[in-house]
């Protein structure tokens, strides 16, 4: 059964820094998708990013363009969001998430069946 756990939320001050992780167990294979979302107060979930996880391919939604950037540890085991330049607006429930099949389409996972427990990312001064 894949097992996904989010860690390193945190209050941040407007044009701060956060560096999320996501934990990946369960898989028999390496060849997955992790995408990252995001849910803030009274707004649906919204995809943020997405990286294959053995040749690194990403993909950024429009807010996450130029000020996010998702990676792979070495281990291929963990799945890092680096925020940079955070705004109020960022403010949200961070979950990483994946296709328990492994199944991908481009850089993300084809279905989303398995869910992290979610970090909260607040930004305020």
């Known amino acids: 059964q894949v097992h996904l756990v989010e860690s390193g939320g945190g209050l941040v001050q407007p044009g701060g820094s956060l560096r999320l992780s996501c934990a990946v167990s369960?898989?028999?294979?390496?060849?997955?998708?992790i995408a990252w979302f995001r849910q803030a107060p009274g707004k649906g979930r919204e995809r943020v990013s997405c990286?294959?996880?053995?040749?690194?391919?990403?993909y950024y939604a429009a807010p996450a363009k130029g000020r996010f950037t998702v990676s792979r540890g070495d281990d291929r085991r963990t799945v890092y969001l680096r925020m940079d330049n955070l705004q109020p607006e960022d403010t949200a429930v961070y979950y990483c998430?994946?296709?328990?099949?492994?199944?991908?389409?481009?850089?993300?996972?084809?279905?989303?069946?398995?869910w992290g427990q979610g970090t909260q990312v607040t930004v305020s001064s």
């Open positions: 998430s994946t296709d328990p099949n492994g199944n991908i389409v481009g850089a993300c996972p084809g279905s989303f069946g398995s």
């Open positions: 369960g898989f028999t294979s390496r060849h997955y998708a």
């Open positions: 990286i294959e996880n053995l040749d690194g391919t990403t």
